[in-house]
């Protein structure tokens, strides 16, 4: 069974960096894409971008352009998201999700990664 | 970008009656890459439907999509206990797209 692991609870101070990961294993194609979402408190569901895991083509979403950094390991099936610079407003649930294709549906999800900036 | 507006906002119902929830798009949605997640509390969302109207894998066939071009559905025919969560539809042209979801809640 497809298991999308992400890294655990973060909380830091405005300013800071901060890299989170999300781990994919039992994927039925050796190369996806990875995605990431983000959901503020009690808001709803925001995609942010996502990276194909074959040759680390990587695709934004304008909101988020410039804001993120999103890579990835293809040796460990890996993929990360990163802030150079968090904003309390970065404070949110972060989920990975997987698509074999684009354009294709968020087919699996992580647990998520809660992110809390605050000083 | 594509924007997707969910109505209503909160549908309140009772187990075992029938939901019906509206996803609108504000152009066309191109062969019908549209996806439908539930989510409960706490928890990830789930893909429910994609292409409008194919179930995903394991999904009860209480829930049906339909759709085409700018208007979609997504209906749940007869509400269990399990169903009572928050619903998003997706858009998966470039770039993707959520709505703003729909709560199903207990009457």
């Known amino acids: 069974e497809v298991q999308l692991v992400q890294s655990g609870a973060e909380m830091k101070k405005p300013g800071e960096s901060l890299k989170i990961s999300c781990e994919a294993s039992a994927y039925s194609s050796t190369t996806y894409w990875i995605g990431w979402v983000r959901q503020m408190p009690g808001k709803g569901l925001e995609w942010m971008g996502c990276?194909?895991?074959?040759?680390?083509?990587?695709r934004y979403s304008p909101s988020f352009q410039g804001q993120v950094t999103i890579s990835a390991d293809k040796s460990i099936s890996t993929a990360y998201l990163q802030w150079s610079s968090l904003k309390a407003s970065d404070t949110a649930m972060y989920y990975c999700?997987?698509?074999?294709?684009?354009?294709?549906?968020?087919?699996?999800w992580g647990q998520g990664t809660l992110v809390t900036v605050s000083s | 970008e594509i924007v997707l507006t969910q109505s209503p906002g909160t549908l309140s119902l009772s187990p075992g009656e029938r939901a019906t929830l509206s996803c609108r798009a504000s152009?066309?949605?191109?062969?019908?890459?549209l996806a439908w997640y539930q989510q409960k509390p706490g928890q990830a969302p789930r893909l429910l439907i994609y292409?409008?109207?194919s179930r995903a894998n394991g999904i009860p066939d209480r829930f049906s999509g339909s759709g085409s071009g700018t208007d979609f559905t997504l209906t749940i025919s007869r509400l269990e206990p399990e169903d009572f969560a928050v619903y998003y539809c997706?858009?998966?042209?470039?770039?993707?797209?959520f709505g703003g979801g729909t709560k199903v809640e207990i009457k």
């Open positions: 152009q066309s949605v191109s062969s019908s890459y």
């Open positions: 999700v997987t698509m074999v294709r684009l354009p294709g549906p968020s087919d699996y």
């Open positions: 292409g409008a109207s």
């Open positions: 990276i194909y895991t074959g040759d680390s083509d990587t």
């Open positions: 997706q858009q998966y042209g470039s770039p993707l797209t």
